[in-house]
C-alpha cells in the first residue's frame, strides 16, 4: 500500500492494523514521532493527518486512505522552524524532550484552526500530552508565544 | 607521542593533554590504570591514559560530555563549563557523549570509596555517599552531605578548558615569538597584540608537540561571561525538531526487534509456555525463554508485541505478599517495634518523658509505592559475537551494565562496549539494568544479528523497581503555642541492601539511611526531637526514585510538623522560621514568605495556603502552594519555591529542574500509586497513572538564593517538600487534614 509521508510516498508492506507510529518508526524509520503508551495515554506519538493532531498509535494504517501525514520532521528543520519549534527553543521547554515531539504537533495543530486560543482553550487541547518532566508552564508560555509570532507573520 | 602530564598541587586530579591524529586532546590523566580508549585509537598501546573532555582537530573542537543526561541538562551543563575557560561558543563545537568504554569513568570516581560513576546529580551516588559518612553525629545538619560530584566537575571540566586554552596560547607565543602573557582568546581563536587571529584548530597539531600549561589560574565568578547568566541548552533545537536520537530511536544495521514478557510476579519463574500460535505469526523470527519470561524476535517492534501477548504462559508465585494489603500489614508490624529498629540518627531531648502524659497528639501516615514510569520505556540494541558484546542503551549505570553484561556473556569486561545515549527520562529507572540484561540473553541466542528490545509500557509499568512504600507514625506535644516534641517513626523495606544485592551482589551490612532520609535530618531546633527508623522485610523490588529516601519522608515530616504546628495555634511559616537553626535554610523560608505575601494559612473563604520545607541534597526548599476548595474539588492556583544551591550556573535551566520536581511531587501525590493484586502491578499504563495533565497546572514563581557556600545540583530537591506543601494547603482550604497519599482517594482535583 501507498502513503504519504512529510510529502514523500512510500510503498509499504504491512499488516492494514498496523499502527502509522509503528509504520513510521519501524518500516520508514522516522523516529520523530514516539511511543510512550500505545493507547491514547501520552500524546507522544502525535502526527498531523491531513493538517489535524492525530495519535499515530491508534491509527491504522488500512484506514489512512489518501490521507497526507505530517510528523515533527516535516513542520521544519533547525535550518527553517515552524514558528511553534521557535518558540519552544526560545522559552527552553524540553527537558528530556520526549514528549516534546507530541506537544510541538499538538500546538501546531491548535494554533492553525485557533490562531489566538484562550488559556482554557490552550488547556483543553494540549491536556492530552503527557509530560513526565513536567515542562507544562513552559509549554503553556511557549503556545502563547507562538500564537503572538503567527499573529505578526 | 607520549601523553604529557604535569601534577598540579593542592589538586587531586590531573590534567594533561596527549596527540592525537590532526590534533590535540586535554583531559583527566589516570596516572594509575591506562584504560582502553576508543577516542585515541590513533594512539599506540599503553599511551591512551587519558580521559578526554576536549578535542582540537583540523575539522574543529569537540567537548566531550561524560556524564549522562537523563533531562536535566546535563550534557549542556558540561559543555558551557568547559567552554567557560576555553573561549568558544559551545554551540559551535562538536558535543559527545563519549564513545564507548571505561576510560570515561574517571580515576576519580574509580578511587572513591563509593562505587558509582560521577554522575551530576545522581540520586544513588548521593545517598550512598551520605550512608558512608553516616556517623552517631547529625553531619547533615552542618549542610555537609551530599554532592561531591557538582563542585568535582565544576572545577575538573573548567580546568580542561583553561589548560588547553594556556597551551593552544603558548604554541600561538611559540608560533610568533609573542610571550603568551601578550596574547588574549577570543571566540575559538588566540589574538595577536596586532590583532592577527590564529584559529584553534591549526594550533591543535603544534600544541600537541610541547607540555601542557598546567599552572592556570580559574577565572573568578565576577569574569564569567556565560556560566550564571541565562544560557540555551545546547539539546534544545534537536530536541525541539524530533532529530534527538534516543536510544529507542537507534538502528543498527541487520537489527531485529524483540518483546518480552517476564513474570509479573517480580522474580518469579516460567513455569510453562505454550508459543504454538507467536510462532505462526507474520514477521517472528523466534521464540526464547528468557530468565523469568518469554521473549519473541521479530521483524517489527508491533509484530513482535502482538506476538508477545499470544504466548499462553504459566507463571511461578512472586516472592513477597500477593496484595498491597498484606504488604503494608507487613510494613505496619514493624513500626515502633524495637526488634526491627533499623537506626535513630536523632534523638534530642528528652522525648520518652515529654510523651508520658498530657495532650498529645497522635497520627499515622502513609506513602504508597511507586512507579518511575518515564516516558521512554526501557530498551536496548545488543550485538553479541563471539569476541565481543557491544550495547546501546540510555543508562545511568554504564560500568555496572558493563560488569553484568560480561558475567552473562563469558566474556571479558574489557570486550564489552556500552554505548551511552541520550535518555528519555529516568527518575531512576535507569540506575537499573534488567530490560538490558533480557537484550544480551536474546543477543547471545542469535550471535552476529543486533537485537533491539523494547518494553511495551504495560511491560514497563509492571516491571519496575519501585520507589518503597512507607508508613509513618508521628507523636508530638505543644507547649506555650509552640511545638515542644516532635517523634516521628518511619517504617519501610531497606532500598540500599536490595540495590546493591541486586547491582553488586554484595551484602551491605549496618543500617539504612535511606529510611529516614529527609526527616532524621532537617535544620530544625525543637526541645525533644526523634527520628526513628524501622525496617520492613524486603518484598517487591524497589529502588532509588527522584529524590530516593526524602520522597516520603519529606512528605511525614513536614506533614507533621504542620500538624503540630497547627496544635500550638502558631502560623505555620513563622514557627517554621522560629525553629530552624541553619541560616541558609532559614532565609528560604524568609524568602518564601516575601514573595508569597504570606499572611497565614487563610487566603479567604475557600482558599488556602501551605508552606513545606525539605532540605534535600544539601538544597533547602521551601514551597508555598496555595489552593482553592472549589464545589467539584481542589484546584492549585499557585506555587512558590525557594531554593538555595550556591552558585547558579544556568538560572533558566534551574528554574525548570525545579518546577518540574515540584510538578513531579505533586503529580504523584495527586493520583499516583502502584498496588499489587496476584503478586502483580495493577497500574500498567497512564490512565492508572495519570500525574498532573496541564490544565492542572499552577502559576510558578521561582526563586533561587546564593547564601550557601557550596555549589549544589538541583534536579530532586523541589520534589520532597511538594506533597507537604500540597496537603498543608488542602487542610488550610478545607479543615481536612490528608494523611495518606495519593490524595485522591480521599479529595478530587480539577
Ligand atoms: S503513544 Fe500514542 S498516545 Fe501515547
Ligand atoms: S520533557 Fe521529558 S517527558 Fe516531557
Known amino acids: ?153 | 607521542m607520549m601523553g604529557r602530564l604535569r601534577t598540579l598541587t593542592r589538586r587531586t586530579f590531573l590534567i594533561g593533554s596527549a596527540a592525537v591524529a590532526g590534533g590535540v586532546v586535554f583531559g583527566t590523566y589516570l596516572a594509575k590504570r591506562p584504560v582502553k580508549n576508543p577516542l585515541l585509537t590513533d594512539l599506540q598501546q599503553g599511551e591512551a591514559a587519558i580521559t578526554p573532555y576536549v578535542k582540537i582537530d583540523s575539522s574543529g573542537v569537540t567537548l566531550i560530555t561524560p556524564r549522562a543526561d537523563k533531562g536535566q541538562g546535563a550534557y549542556s551543563l558540561q559543555a558551557q563549563l568547559i567552554a567557560e575557560e576555553l573561549d568558544i561558543d559551545p554551540a559551535s563545537a562538536n558535543l559527545s557523549p563519549g564513545l564507548p568504554g571505561p576510560a570515561y569513568y574517571n580515576g576519580t570516581v574509580m578511587e572513591e570509596s563509593v562505587p558509582f560513576p560521577a554522575y551530576n546529580q545522581g540520586a544513588m551516588a548521593e545517598t550512598v555517599r551520605r550512608f558512608m559518612h553516616v556517623p552517631a553525629k547529625l553531619l547533615a545538619m552542618q549542610i555537609t552531605g551530599g554532592s561531591s560530584t557538582v563542585p568535582d566537575s565544576f572545577v575538573k571540566l573548567r580546568m580542561a578548558g583553561a589548560i588547553a586554552r594556556e597551551t593552544l596560547k603558548e604554541a600561538a607565543a611559540q608560533q610568533s615569538g609573542i610571550a603568551r602573557d601578550q596574547l588574549s582568546t577570543e571566540n575559538g581563536f588566540v589574538v595577536l597584540p596586532d590583532g592577527t587571529r590564529l584559529p584553534y584548530t591549526e594550533l591543535a597539531t603544534p600544541a600537541a608537540g610541547i607540555e601542557p600549561v598546567t599552572d592556570v589560574e580559574l577565572r573568578s565568578k565576577s569574569d564569567w561571561k556565560s556560566l550564571g547568566k541565562p544560557m540555551q541548552r545546547i539539546d534544545m533545537p534537536a530536541k525541539c525538531t524530533g532529530t534527538e536520537q534516543y536510544g529507542i530511536d537507534l538502528q543498527i544495521e541487520g537489527m531485529v526487534h524483540a518483546a518480552v514478557r517476564a513474570n509479573p510476579g517480580l522474580g518469579a519463574a516460567v513455569e510453562s509456555y505454550d508459543a504454538t500460535a507467536a510462532e505462526s505469526m507474520r514477521g517472528v523470527q523466534k521464540v526464547l525463554p528468557i530468565e523469568n519470561g518469554v521473549a519473541v524476535v521479530a521483524d517489527n517492534t508491533w509484530r513482535a508485541w502482538r506476538a508477545v501477548d499470544a504466548i499462553d504462559i504459566q507463571w511461578a508465585a512472586g516472592p513477597y505478599p500477593a496484595s498491597t494489603d498484606e504488604i503494608f500489614a507487613k510494613i505496619e508490624k514493624v513500626i515502633n517495634n524495637e526488634a526491627h529498629r533499623d537506626h535513630r540518627q536523632r534523638d534530642e531531648g528528652d522525648v520518652e518523658s515529654a510523651l508520658e502524659d498530657g495532650d498529645i497528639f497522635e497520627a499515622q501516615y502513609k506513602v504508597p509505592y511507586l512507579a518511575h514510569a518515564p516516558m521512554e520505556p526501557m530498551n536496548a540494541i545488543v550485538k553479541v559475537t563471539d569476541d565481543q558484546c557491544e550495547i546501546w542503551t540510555g543508562t545511568q549505570i554504564p560500568l555496572f551494565v558493563r560488569d553484568h553484561a560480561a558475567a552473562l556473556t563469558g566474556l571479558d569486561k574489557e570486550n564489552v562496549f556500552v554505548y551511552v545515549q541520550p535518555i528519555g527520562g529516568s527518575f531512576g529507572h535507569k540506575l537499573e539494568d534488567t530490560h538490558v540484561l533480557q537484550a544480551v540473553e536474546i543477543a547471545m541466542a542469535l550471535k552476529g544479528t543486533a537485537v533491539k528490545l523494547v518494553w511495551s509500557r504495560e511491560e514497563d509499568m509492571t516491571h519496575d523497581y519501585l520507589r518503597p512504600g512507607a508508613v509513618a507514625i508521628g507523636r508530638g506535644k505543644v507547649a506555650d503555642s509552640k511545638v515542644d516534641t516532635f517523634d516521628l517513626s518511619v517504617a519501610q523495606s531497606a532500598l540500599l541492601p536490595d540495590w546493591f544485592g541486586r547491582l553488586m551482589k554484595i551484602n551491605i551490612p549496618g543500617p539504612d539511611a535511606t529510611i529516614t532520609t529527609g526527616s532524621w535530618d532537617q535544620p530544625f531546633d525543637i526541645p525533644n526531637y526523634r527520628v526513628t527508623g524501622y525496617r520492613a522485610p524486603t518484598m517487591v523490588p524497589i529502588s532509588s526514585w527522584r529524590s530516593v529516601g526524602a520522597s516520603g519522608n519529606g512528605f511525614f515530616h513536614d506533614s507533621l510538623l504542620d500538624e503540630l504546628i497547627h496544635k500550638a495555634g502558631a502560623d505555620p511559616l513563622a514557627e517554621r522560621i522560629r525553629l530552624c537553626l541553619d541560616d541558609t535554610s532559614r532565609k528560604v523560608l524568609e524568602k518564601a514568605g516575601e514573595i508569597s505575601d504570606w499572611n497565614g494559612p487563610s487566603i479567604s473563604e475557600n482558599r488556602g495556603r501551605g508552606v513545606a520545607f525539605c532540605l534535600s541534597f544539601g538544597v533547602p526548599t521551601a514551597v508555598v502552594t496555595e489552593v482553592t476548595n472549589t464545589d467539584s474539588g481542589i484546584k492549585i492556583d499557585k506555587v512558590y519555591v525557594v531554593v538555595d544551591v550556591g552558585d547558579v550556573l544556568d538560572p533558566v535551566n534551574l528554574e525548570a529542574q525545579v518546577f518540574g520536581g515540584v510538578i513531579f511531587g505533586m503529580a504523584h501525590a495527586m493520583n499516583c500509586e502502584t498496588t499489587f493484586e496476584n503478586h502483580a502491578a495493577q497500574q500498567n499504563n497512564y490512565h492508572a497513572f495519570e500525574g498532573m495533565r496541564l490544565y492542572q497546572v499552577p502559576e510558578f514563581e521561582v526563586v533561587a538564593l546564593s547564601n550557601a557556600g557550596k555549589i549544589r545540583g538541583i534536579g530532586e530537591p523541589g520534589v520532597p517538600p511538594a506533597a507537604p506543601s500540597l496537603g498543608n494547603a488542602i487542610f488550610a482550604a478545607t479543615g481536612r487534614r490528608i494523611r495518606e497519599l495519593p490524595f485522591n482517594k480521599q479529595i478530587d482535583f480539577v
Open chain 1, 1 to 153: 500500500m501507498e502513503i504519504t509521508v512529510n510529502n514523500t510516498s512510500y510503498t509499504i508492506d504491512a499488516e492494514p492494523e498496523m499502527p502509522l507510529l509503528w509504520v513510521l518508526r519501524d518500516e520508514l524509520g522516522i523516529t520523530g514521532p514516539k511511543y510512550g503508551c500505545g493507547i491514547a495515554q501520552c500524546g507522544a506519538c502525535t502526527v498531523h493527518v491531513n493538517g489535524y493532531a492525530v495519535r499515530s498509535c491508534q491509527l491504522a494504517i488500512g484506514d489512512l486512505g489518501n490521507s497526507q501525514v505530517t510528523t515533527i520532521e516535516g513542520l521544519g528543520t533547525t535550518q527553517s522552524l515552524h514558528s511553534v519549534q521557535q518558540a519552544w527553543i526560545e522559552n527552553q521547554v524540553a527537558q528530556c524532550g520526549y514528549c516534546q515531539s507530541g506537544q510541538i504537533m499538538q500546538a501546531a495543530s491548535l494554533l492553525s484552526t485557533n490562531p489566538d486560543p484562550t488559556d482554557d482553550q490552550i488547556d483543553a487541547a494540549m491536556s492530552g500530552n503527557l509530560c513526565r518532566c513536567g515542562t507544562y508552564p513552559r509549554i503553556r508560555a511557549a503556545v502563547k508565544a507562538a500564537a503572538k509570532k503567527l499573529q505578526e507573520v
